[in-house]
C-alpha cells in the first residue's frame, strides 16, 4: 500500500516539474496520454487556453481493421505522424512535449521519435 501512494506522489511531482518547464518555454503544448485501449495527443496554447490540433487512435477512419486494443507501438507511431500532419497543416514547427508523468521508453518514445521523424520539432 505503501508504494502505491509513493508511486502516485513520484508521478504528480513529475508532472509538477515538467508543467513548470513548459510554462517559462512559451511554446505549445503536444500533450500525449496514454490509456489502456487509445492514445490521445493534443498541441495546445496555454496561454490562450485552446487545443490547436489534436488527434486520437479511436477516431473514425484511423485504423481500417478495428482491432481491439489500439494502445501498441504501431498504433503510437501512425498517431505521431498523423498529428505531425495536422500540425504542419497548421504551421506549427516546435513545441514541448508533455509526457503526463510517464517514463519515456517503449511507446511513448515510438510516438515522440514519430512526431520528430515527420517534422515536428520537441
Known sequence: ?????????QVAKTKTRIKAK????G???????????NFYAQII???KGITLVAAATNEKGFAES????LA??????KLGKILAER??????????????????HGKVKAFADSVRENGIEI
Open 1 to 9: 500500500m505503501k508504494t502505491d501512494v509513493r508511486k502516485r506522489l
Open 22 to 25: 513548459i510554462k517559462k518555454s
Open 27 to 37: 511554446k505549445f503544448r503536444l500533450a500525449f496520454f496514454r490509456g489502456n485501449k
Open 45 to 47: 496554447d496555454d496561454v
Open 66 to 69: 478495428r482491432e481491439k486494443n
Open 72 to 77: 501498441n507501438i504501431d498504433s503510437a507511431v
Open 87 to 104: 500540425a504542419k497543416e497548421k504551421s506549427i514547427t516546435t513545441v514541448v512535449f508533455d509526457r503526463a508523468g510517464k517514463l519515456y
